[in-house]
C-alpha cells in the first residue's frame, strides 16, 4: 500500500534531521545523499547484467543493512560498500569523497554506530522502493530529491546554500531557453560552468524531452559528487561533470586554445565574487574571452562568468544566466561590457526576480537571457519586471506556480503586459547610456491614491478616483449609475446615491453581477465536464505530472481572457490544491488504484480514523446527511442551553449573586456545590415554615437562591444529557460511515474522489475569488465615501462647537482659556 509522497518526505527528512546532532546540514547532506544514491542504484540495478551502474557482490543496500549495530560500521561502509562501486564504475573521487568513519562529523564508537544504523533504517522505509521508478522527476526519487536539497539548503545558512538553486528558478531558465522547440535530429548539448548539484542541467534534460549531452564544472569536490550522483539518479549518468577547478582559471572544457562550445548554456555562479583572478592573469587569457568586451572590475567577477558563457555558446547558441541586479546599472568597465553585449545584439531579455529567492544571498537577483542566433538583427531587449511575484516561505521568498507560467508564457510570446513587460528599443537603450535597470523601462509601482483638497473642502467623490475603476464599470456598464450620481456642485464629481451600508449589498444583488458570476460558475463547469472523463481514466502505471500538466494548463487556457478574474490566480488554486491534497491522492491512485477509495487509515494514538482518498464527512454528506442533520439539531439546542447558563453566570456569580456560593476554585459553578448548597436551602426553608407565619408579599417577587440553583442545575444537566446524546450519535455516525467504505463500488469512489472532492474544491475557490473581487470594490467604494464624506468647514464647525463647550465647562469651574 503506498504511503503518501508527503507524509514520507516529510517523515525522511525529520528522521534525518534528528540523526545529524551538531552537524552542519551542509555537512550532513552528503551522508545523506550517498546513502539515498547507494539505495537506487542498488534497487535499480544490482544482480542485473549490462547495467548502467554496476553493483559489486558484497556491496548492495542489502549488504550495508547487515552493517547495522557493528562497531566498525563506519570502516566497512567506506571499504566494502562505497570503495566497491566506485571503483567498478568509475566514480572514484566522487561517491567515495565523504567519509562514513569520520569521528569529528559522526561521533566516536557508539554514537557513530548508533547514527549510521539509524541512517541505514531510514532508507529500509519498504515504501523507498526504487527497483520500479525512472527517476524522471515524477517518481518517488525525483520528488524525495528535490525535497532534501531543499531542505538541506535552508538549512545549511547564508554561506553554505549555494550548492543548490531553488527548483522554481531552475525551470524558468529550462523553459524560455526554448529548448524544446529544437527539432534538430542532432544530438543537443547543454553547459553549466558553475553547476553545483547539477539541479540547472536537468531541468534543461527535463525540458528538452529528448537525447542530451550534459556538461558541468564545480569548483567544490563534495558539491561535484552531489552532481555527479544526481545525474545518475536521473537517469542521466553519462553526463559530464568535471571538479576541483575554477571555471574562470582553469576551464575543463576546452579545445586546444579554444574553449568547447555548446547549444545551451545555463548558470547561477556566486554573485560578485572578490577572487575570480584567483590562478589566472585576465590580460594573457588565452581563451580570448574578453576580448572586444573588457576586464571586468578585480573584486567583482559577475561578467567574467557571463562573458565566459557568451564564449561557451555555439553561433547560434542560447544561454540564460543569474546574476545580482547590478549587473543591469553599475558603471566603470561593467558599463563598457554592458554596451558591447547590447550592441552585438547578444542579450535577448532580463527578468527582474523577487529579492530572497536563493539560498545564499537575500539581494534582488535578475535572469539575463542570451542568444546568439540572428543577433546583428536584433532590435531591442525585451524586458519583465517580475519582483513582486512571489510567496512568503519560511524566511525565504519563494515562486508559485503562477509566477513560473507567468514569466515563461510572456517571455516566450514576447507579450506585453502594463507594468509588467514589455520591448525595449536599442533606441531607449542608447538614450539611457546603456543603463538596464529594469525600473527605467518598466513601471511597476502602484498608482498613488491621491487626496483631492477640494472634495475635503466642499465634498463629493472624485470622477478621478471612480474612473480608476474603469475594470469593474466594463463588466457591470449599469452598476455605477446604480451607486453614483453627478455631484449638483460640479460634473467633476459625484455622490453616492445608496448608503454607504449598503454598497455590498447593492453590488452583489445587481443583475449585472449575478450575471457575470454565472457566466464564471458556467465556464468552471464547462472545464469540469471536460475533465471528468480523463480524472475518470487515470489508471495504475500513469504519471501524475502529465495529469496535472493538462489538467492545469486547460483551466487556464478556459479562463484566459475573462475580465477582471486572473487566469493565473485560477490556475494558482488548483496547483496549491494539488500540492497540498490532490498529488497525494493521484500518486495513491497510479499506484494501487480506484480500490484504495475502499481503505481507511487507522490514528492508534488518537483513536481516530480516516478514508485514504475521502475524508469521512465526504462519506457522511453523500450517504447520511439525515443523521448528521440530526446531530446538528441537537448542537443547537445544546448551544441554545449553553447560551442560558452563560446568562446566568454573568447575572448571578457576582459577590451577592446567588451562585457565588457555589463556586471552586477556578471561580466557575459545580454541580456537586449546587446540589450541595440546595440540600442546605431546603432544610433552612422546611425549618422557617414550621417556626413563622410567612408574610405577605407585596408587588412582583425577586426570584430567590434556591429557585436560581435549581433552575441553573436542571440546565446543567439539560447540557449533560444533550452531550450524551450528541456524542452517542457521532459514535454511531462514525460507525456506519466506517461500515461504508468496503461497499463502494468503482464507480461511486470515481464519483466521490473528482466530484465531491476534488472538483468542488477547486470550484470553491473560484467562487472565492469572485467575492474578492467583488469585496475590493465595494472596500474601494466605501473607503472613497468615507474619507470626503465630511468636509473641511464641517470639520471646522464641528470643532469650533466642542471647543465652545469645552470652554464653558472650564469656566463654571473658574477657570479662563484663553
Not at 465536464?529 to 500538466?549: C, F, M, N, W, Y
Not at 466530484?755 to 472565492?768: A, F, I, P
Amino acid at each position: 500500500m503506498a504511503i503518501k509522497k508527503s507524509e514520507l518526505y516529510s517523515t525522511i527528512w525529520a528522521s534525518c534531521d534528528k540523526l545529524r546532532g551538531g552537524m552542519d546540514a551542509s555537512q550532513y547532506k552528503d551522508y545523506v545523499l550517498v546513502l539515498l544514491f547507494i539505495k537506487y542504484v542498488s534497487d535499480k540495478y544490482a544482480g542485473k547484467k549490462n547495467a548502467v551502474i554496476t553493483i559489486p557482490p558484497g556491496a548492495s543496500f542489502e549488504d550495508m543493512v547487515k552493517l547495522k549495530g557493528r562497531k566498525d560500521i563506519g570502516d566497512k561502509i567506506n571499504k566494502k560498500i562505497i570503495k566497491p562501486i566506485a571503483e567498478e564504475n568509475g566514480l572514484s573521487g566522487i561517491i567515495d569523497v565523504t567519509d562514513f568513519n569520520d569521528e569529528e562529523k559522526l561521533g566516536k564508537s557508539d554514537e557513530m554506530v548508533d547514527k549510521l544504523s539509524g541512517l541505514i533504517s531510514i532508507f529500509q522505509n519498504p515504501n523507498l522502493d526504487f527497483s520500479k521508478n525512472r527517476a524522471d522527476g515524477d517518481d518517488i526519487l525525483g520528488d524525495a530529491y528535490e525535497y532534501l536539497m531543499r531542505h538541506f539548503a535552508t538549512e545549511s545558512g547564508k554561506s553554505k546554500g549555494q550548492f543548490y538553486t531553488p527548483a522554481e528558478v531552475s525551470r524558468i531558465l529550462a523553459k524560455i531557453l526554448g529548448i524544446n522547440e529544437n527539432n534538430s535530429t542532432r544530438q543537443t548539448s547543454a553547459y553549466d560552468p558553475t553547476c553545483g548539484s547539477g539541479s540547472l542541467l536537468l531541468k534543461i534534460a527535463d525540458e528538452a524531452g529528448k537525447d542530451i549531452s550534459l556538461f558541468g564544472q564545480e569548483k567544490d569536490v563534495a558539491t561535484a559528487g552531489i552532481a555527479k550522483m544526481n545525474m545518475i539518479l536521473h537517469n542521466n549518468p553519462t553526463a559530464d561533470i568535471r571538479k576541483g577547478q575554477s571555471t574562470l582559471s582553469h576551464p575543463l572544457f576546452t579545445s586546444g586554445n579554444n574553449l568547447k562550445q555548446f547549444d545551451y548554456a545555463v548558470s547561477n555562479p556566486p554573485f560578485s565574487s572578490k577572487n575570480w583572478m584567483d590562478g589566472f592573469n585576465p590580460s594573457d587569457d588565452i581563451y580570448q574571452r574578453f576580448t572586444g568586451y573588457g576586464i571586468p572590475p578585480t573584486k567583482n567577477g559577475d561578467y567574467a562568468f557571463l562573458l565566459h558563457i557568451i564564449k561557451s555558446l555555439k553561433s547560434n547558441g542560447k544561454g540564460a544566466v543569474i546574476l545580482p541586479h547590478g549587473v543591469l546599472f553599475r558603471g566603470g568597465s561593467e558599463a563598457m561590457i554592458r554596451k558591447a553585449l547590447v550592441e552585438k545584439g547578444y542579450i535577448k531579455g532580463i527578468i527582474g526576480l523577487p529579492a530572497n529567492l536563493f539560498y545564499g544571498t537575500g539581494i534582488p537577483a535578475c535572469i539575463i537571457m542570451m542568444d546568439k542566433e540572428n543577433a546583428e538583427g536584433r532590435k531591442g531587449i525585451f524586458m519583465i519586471d517580475a519582483s513582486k511575484g512571489f510567496v512568503k516561505d519560511g524566511n525565504k521568498n519563494r515562486l508559485r506556480e503562477q509566477d513560473i507560467h507567468k514569466i515563461v508564457d510572456v517571455f516566450n510570446k514576447q507579450t506585453p503586459v502594463y507594468g509588467y513587460s514589455r520591448m525595449i528599443p536599442l533606441a531607449e537603450i542608447r538614450k539611457n547610456e546603456f543603463n538596464l535597470n529594469i525600473p527605467r523601462y518598466i513601471d511597476s509601482q502602484e498608482t498613488e491614491d491621491i487626496q483631492d483638497i477640494e472634495a475635503h473642502l466642499l465634498g463629493g467623490i472624485p470622477n478621478f478616483d471612480i474612473d480608476a475603476l474603469q475594470l469593474y464599470w466594463d463588466v457591470y456598464p449599469s452598476l455605477r449609475k446604480e451607486l453614483f450620481k453627478t455631484s449638483k456642485r460640479s460634473n467633476k464629481y459625484s455622490e453616492l446615491k445608496v448608503e454607504a451600508k449598503h454598497i455590498r449589498v447593492t453590488i452583489f444583488g445587481h443583475p449585472e453581477f449575478t450575471g457575470y458570476a454565472n457566466g464564471i460558475n458556467n465556464l468552471f463547469n464547462r472545464w469540469k465536464q471536460k475533465s471528468i472523463p480523463s480524472l475518470t481514466a487515470i489508471k495504475i502505471g500513469d504519471k501524475p505530472k502529465k495529469i496535472i500538466h493538462e489538467l492545469s494548463e486547460d483551466l487556464l487556457a478556459t479562463f484566459s481572457g475573462k475580465k477582471l478574474l486572473d487566469n493565473y490566480d485560477i490556475y494558482q488554486h488548483l496547483m496549491t490544491y494539488w500540492a497540498d491534497v490532490m498529488q497525494d491522492d493521484v500518486y495513491i491512485l497510479v499506484t494501487d488504484g480506484w480500490k484504495a477509495g475502499n481503505g481507511v487509515e487507522n490514528d492508534k494514538k488518537k483513536k481516530t480514523w480516516e478514508g485514504r482518498l475521502m475524508p469521512k464527512n465526504i462519506i457522511i454528506n453523500e450517504y447520511f446527511s439525515n443523521d448528521k442533520k440530526a446531530i446538528e439539531e441537537l448542537e443547537l439546542q445544546r448551544d441554545e442551553v449553553a447560551r442560558k447558563i452563560e446568562e446566568m453566570d454573568e447575572e448571578h456569580t457576582g459577590e451577592d449573586g446567588a451562585l457565588s456560593e457555589v463556586l471552586n476554585d477556578k471561580g466557575k459553578p459545580t454541580k456537586a456545590l449546587i446540589q450541595k448548597r440546595i440540600k442546605t436551602l431546603e432544610k433552612e426553608e422546611n425549618t422557617l415554615l414550621v417556626a413563622d407565619e410567612p408574610e405577605p408579599v407585596y408587588g412582583e417577587p425577586e426570584e430567590d437562591e434556591l429557585n436560581i440553583l435549581i433552575n441553573y442545575l436542571s440546565l446543567l444537566e439539560q447540557e449533560s444529557a444533550l452531550n450524551k446524546s450528541i456524542k452517542t450519535a457521532e459514535t454511531a455516525l462514525d460507525k456506519r460511515a466506517l461500515i461504508q467504505y468496503p461497499k463502494l463500488k468503482e464507480a461511486d469512489i470515481k464519483h466521490l474522489v473528482i466530484e465531491q472532492k476534488w472538483m468542488n474544491t477547486v470550484q470553491l475557490e473560484v467562487q472565492n475569488e469572485m467575492d474578492r473581487i467583488s469585496h475590493r470594490l465595494a472596500e474601494r467604494i466605501k473607503e472613497l465615501a468615507e474619507r470626503y464624506e465630511t468636509t473641511l468647514p464641517q470639520l471646522s464647525y464641528e470643532t469650533d462647537e466642542l471647543t465652545h463647550k469645552v470652554n464653558a465647562h472650564l469656566k463654571k469651574m473658574g477657570f479662563v482659556w484663553k
